[in-house]
């Protein structure tokens, strides 16, 4: 059976900016009709429901990134396999200690799973990277 050490789902503030841009059109368009004032307010809900969608794990030897609403794709990924580890904490979410972890498993690849929009980012990718050098990660 497998232990899990840690486990979180993103922060409603992960599409921070969208919620903005989506909010000022919403006043906008309001002045014109509710209906589609209505839409961008719904585009939000459809953001926020998507942000908590995506859910995190790990144990002694794996990491899970789980798809979202809107994005379908997953990631297992061995621990052993991870060659590095980055934070992004960019602002404004490193205003209320959330970040990104990137975890690189093969550096020739344009994207890699991460961590979206979790709070304590650095807590966390230091856990992972000692999990996964129990594991025989050589982390660059």
């Known amino acids: 059976m497998i232990k899990i050490k840690w486990k979180a789902r993103s922060s409603y503030l992960l599409y921070f900016y969208q919620y903005l841009v989506l909010l000022v059109i919403a006043l906008v368009l309001n ?9 961008a307010i719904l585009a939000i809900a459809v953001l926020l429901i998507d942000a908590k969608t995506m859910r995190y794990e790990v144990s002694d030897s794996q990491a899970f990134v789980s798809g979202s609403l809107l994005e379908r794709e997953s990631y297992e990924i061995d621990l052993k396999d991870v060659v590095d580890i980055y934070v992004l904490d960019e602002k404004p979410w490193s205003f209320f200690s959330l970040g990104t972890v990137l975890l690189v498993i093969d ?12 709070k304590n980012p650095y807590e966390i990718a230091s856990k992972i990277e000692t999990l996964a050098v129990k594991q025989g990660a050589v982390l660059g």
């Open 31 to 39: 002045q014109y009709s509710n209906l589609l004032a209505s839409l």
């Open 107 to 118: 550096p020739h690849e344009e994207a890699h799973p991460c961590i979206k929009a979790v």
